[in-house]
């Protein structure tokens, strides 16, 4: 069993890109379409116990101003248990909470799935040391992992 977890973390750790060298993101090639990750991507959040507060499709906002976009879609969710501790740390991190994950579709029809790094949040808001966030970047790795099998 230890070998096959090793196996699907070191796998995980091949997929992850720095895209667009964007600081503190954590993007993860999807081998599904946008819809497809984000659907599984929440049902895995739903199963893990956390609250879903909105999932905001990009691509239609932007098809109601007569403008195109491949397919982007972000998830905000998370629970006070996570969050809270966080916030112990340093109360601003409540401007980057609740968590969220961001599916988008690249120009070569790559998809990815994203989330913000929380030990880069951590930092962001002075208090690296705070293990909440090494907590929750195991949490959305563990969800991310999942979601893309």
Same mark, same amino acid.
């Given at each position: 069993?230890?070998?096959?977890?090793?196996?699907?973390?070191?796998?995980?750790?091949?997929?992850?890109?720095?895209?667009?060298?964007?600081?503190?993101?954590?993007?993860?090639?999807?081998?599904?379409?946008?819809?497809?990750?984000?659907?599984?991507?929440?049902?895995?959040?739903?199963?893990?116990?956390?609250?879903?507060?909105?999932?905001?499709?990009?691509?239609?906002?932007?098809?109601?101003?007569?403008?195109?976009?491949? %397919?982007?879609?972000?998830?905000?969710?998370?629970? %006070?248990?996570?969050?809270?501790?966080?916030?112990?740390?340093?109360?601003?991190?409540?401007?980057?909470? %609740?968590?969220?994950?961001?599916?988008?579709?690249?120009?070569?029809?790559?998809?990815?799935?994203?989330?913000?790094? %929380?030990?880069?949040?951590?930092?962001?808001?002075?208090?690296?040391?705070?293990?909440?966030?090494?907590?929750?970047?195991?949490?959305?790795?563990?969800?991310?992992?999942?979601?893309?099998?």
């Amino acid at each position: 069993m230890k070998v096959l977890q090793l196996f699907l973390v070191l796998s995980l750790a091949l997929m992850v890109s720095a895209v667009g060298a964007a600081d503190g993101l954590i993007a993860v090639k999807s081998p599904y379409n946008a819809k497809e990750t984000m659907d599984r991507f929440e049902a895995v959040v739903k199963e893990r116990g956390l609250n879903v507060f909105a999932r905001i499709n990009h691509t239609a906002g932007a098809s109601k101003v007569g403008k195109s976009l491949r %397919p982007t879609e972000v998830i905000i969710f998370g629970n %006070p248990q996570g969050g809270t501790p966080f916030m112990e740390c340093a109360q601003t991190v409540g401007i980057d909470l %609740p968590l969220k994950a961001l599916v988008w579709q690249d120009a070569s029809s790559q998809v990815w799935l994203g989330y913000n790094d %929380p030990e880069f949040l951590a930092k962001r808001h002075n208090v690296a040391d705070c293990p909440a966030a090494g907590k929750l970047g195991k949490a959305l790795a563990g969800m991310t992992e999942t979601a893309l099998r």
